[in-house]
């Protein structure tokens, strides 16, 4: 077990384990996103940096076929901040939760070496895409492209500029795709630390592995904060999921059947 892991399994709880927890026909998520770990205040502008990190927390109730309603966002800031830098950022977050409909309920506000930002995610859903229900023998896909995020990032730590539409500051989520699809798919999560990594946590959540069938380089696979789907289904479906994808223009890449096979994760663990 990863040391991730093995903090996050102190907790025992039954709740822990998907994107978000669901609770009823409510889903609660949290997710980080700090300076020096998720981006650099050179790479972004305020408004940038708070525009995504609202994004990569909406990413989890989408991925759970969940529409967000409320967001409870702390955000920390160094004391150096402008009053610009200020309305830049809260600019970020009110746009964004706007295009969702989310309202901002409350949050913290404290000073601190760096910009950490912290957000909480409440959404409702009337048929909740899980992680759990994969069985052996179904299809494993993911959508749109993968591997942009990775390139951008190296450009980044290269001190390369990237293109005002790149994926790394303008996420574009999966909505329509979970919404018009979630019937038809057994299991499914945001790709977030990367498709093999991403993978991993399908397997465990279902101890099963996969049996690919094509061959997917690390550039692909290992490209973290994609914000893509990673979805599974009976292949009764394939023809019906496929033409639901094509409706909402959605690629859909089959790559895997899932089997009763040890998964091994190729990629290196980024967090410990
Ligand atoms: N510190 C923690 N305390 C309690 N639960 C946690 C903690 N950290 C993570 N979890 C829970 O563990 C599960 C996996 O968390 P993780 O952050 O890997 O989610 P994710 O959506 O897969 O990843 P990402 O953070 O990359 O978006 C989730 O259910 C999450 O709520
Ligand atoms: C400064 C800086 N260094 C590295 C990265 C790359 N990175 C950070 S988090 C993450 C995956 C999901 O993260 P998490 O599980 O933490 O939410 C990736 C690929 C970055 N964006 N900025
Ligand atoms: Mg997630």
């Known amino acids: 077990m990863n040391l991730e892991n093995y903090f996050i399994s102190q907790f025992n709880s039954s709740r822990i384990g998907d994107d978000g927890a669901l609770i009823g026909d409510t889903v609660y ?21 708070a525009a995504k990190s609202m994004m990569i927390n909406i990413s989890d109730a989408i991925s759970m076929n969940a529409k967000p309603k409320y967001a409870l966002l702390s955000v920390a800031m160094p004391k150096s901040i402008s009053k610009q830098q200020m309305r830049e950022l809260a600019s970020g977050f009110k746009d964004t939760a706007s295009t969702y409909g989310i309202e ?13 930002i912290t957000i909480t995610i409440i959404s409702t859903t009337k048929r909740p895409l ?103 289904f009976d292949k009764r479906y394939k023809k019906a999921l496929i033409r639901r994808a094509a409706q909402v223009r959605t690629p859909l890449n089959i790559f895997a059947t899932s089997a009763r096979v040890r998964y091994t994760n190729r990629c290196k663990a980024h967090h410990f």
């Open 29 to 49: 998520s949290k997710d980080a996103f700090f300076e020096n770990v998720h981006f650099k205040t050179k790479w972004m502008s305020h408004y940038q940096i």
């Open 104 to 116: 901002i309920i409350g949050g913290d506000t404290i000073s601190n070496i760096k910009l950490d």
């Open 130 to 232: 899980l992680r759990s229900g994969l069985r052996q023998g179904y299809m494993i896909a993911y959508t749109g492209e993968l591997g942009k995020s990775k390139k951008d990032l190296q450009r980044l730590l290269g001190n390369a500029k990237l293109h005002k539409k790149s994926k790394f500051v303008d996420i574009k989520l999966r909505e329509k795709f979970v919404n018009n699809c979630s019937r038809l798919l057994s299991s499914g999560m945001d790709i977030s630390d990367g498709l093999f990594s991403d993978l991993d946590k399908l397997a465990s959540a279902n101890k099963l592995g996969f049996k690919f069938n094509k061959k997917i380089s690390k550039a692909i696979a290992c490209s973290g904060e994609e914000y893509e789907m990673l979805v599974a």
